[in-house]
């Protein structure tokens, strides 16, 4: 079912923070706008390493930037699937329950995200563009 890890989100309190330590302190490439509460650092053997304020990420899966507090700060683990859809109806059967259903992200990604056992989010994505790194 999971194909491979599609990528890593940084949920933070301070986008502008976060991507000034990544370009000023590690020395990575860094791109987005900390205002629109979204950045990506360019890491060699990841495909996608986002930075996501609170807010941005509780509108995106809670439907809700002031639910900001119910997001948990930390990583948020991607693992692309074949099919979302699929992948939900399975695990739900097997007991996990989803804090955002499947969905298209304006990008074009389908998204279903969860609470992983450490308290963190966890999803499940279907990029089909980004599917050569598990080939």
Do not use: C
Request: aromatic content about 8%; cysteine-free; proline content about 4%.
């Amino acid at each position: 079912m999971i194909r491979h890890v599609s990528g890593v989100g940084e949920v933070v309190e301070d986008v502008a923070a976060a991507m000034a330590f990544y370009r000023d302190v590690l020395g990575l490439e860094v791109e987005g706008d900390a205002n629109e509460g979204y950045g990506t650092v360019k890491i060699a053997g990841i495909a996608h390493y986002g930075l996501w304020g609170r807010k941005q990420a509780a509108a995106a899966i809670l439907g809700d930037a002031s639910k900001a507090d119910q997001v948990p700060l930390g990583f948020v683990m991607g693992f692309e699937v074949d099919s979302v859809e699929e992948a939900a109806r399975i695990t739900s059967e097997r007991g996990l329950s989803f804090i955002q259903s499947p969905k298209t992200e304006p990008w074009g990604q389908v998204t279903a995200r969860f609470i992983l056992p450490s308290g963190l989010a966890g999803e499940i994505t279907e990029t089909p563009w980004a599917r050569t790194l598990g080939e």
